[in-house]
């Protein structure tokens, strides 16, 4: 068991495991763009506490995020979910629920030559800052399958203290989905809705969305181009 107690943290290579980071002035843990736990994309920061941080538990970009188990414990930090800034998920990954969530700071892209696609867990929940959102295949393949269960639905909903329609862009699904796939189930989308195409817009994109709720958008629930 290793105990971190410094005024920041910034990780860039390697294994991290068994480790407290742990009353930091500003933050947990920092993944920079360029940083890289485990090239094979297998899990490698799991098992960790981030607990009593003067800032987020942790901050990273989407890339990173397949490397992290929901082993992980964060708690009593200033800002307990995981903060995800923009970015392009360019290889396939499944994001872990964790108890409270992600915050969304940016626009996060699921698309690359290789058809990457992004796997929701069950009960996954997704706070997006206005003016990000999530796209999927949006000039290059990609897919996405966030299916939830009746007890663990997985939501996208904005993060603002007020809640208000059309307070963050939304899910778009672009027309270079088909090679991936677009597979959607038991998912909440709630006050989005920014991008003037309705909460979820399908552009050109074929895929399937059963037993979902789609709410408090300024104007279309889905929007199909």
Known sequence: LLTVMANFVGLAGGTVTGTT?????????????????????????TGNRLVDNGGPAVE?????????DPDNVFLGNAEDRVIVGGGTLSRSAT??????????THGVYVQHADAPVLTLSPGVRL?????????????APGGIVAVGTPDLP???TSSAAELVPGSWFGL?????????????GHLQVLYAGASGYGA??????????VDSHVAHSPSWGMYRQ
């Open 172 to 184: 778009k699904l672009g027309a270079a989905c088909e090679t991936a796939g677009v597979t959607l």
């Open 21 to 45: 980071l742990s009353e930091n002035a500003r933050g947990g843990a920092f993944f920079a763009n360029t940083a890289e736990l485990g090239r094979d994309y297998d899990a490698r920061f």
């Open 127 to 139: 706070y997006f800052d206005d003016g990000a959102q999530l796209s999927v295949a949006d000039g």
């Open 95 to 104: 994001w872990p629920a964790f108890p409270a969530g992600y915050l969304v």
């Open 154 to 156: 997985i939501v996208l």
């Open 60 to 68: 990273l970009r989407p890339r990173h995020l397949h490397e992290f």
């Open 200 to 209: 979820v817009w399908w552009s050109d994109c074929d895929g399937s969305i």
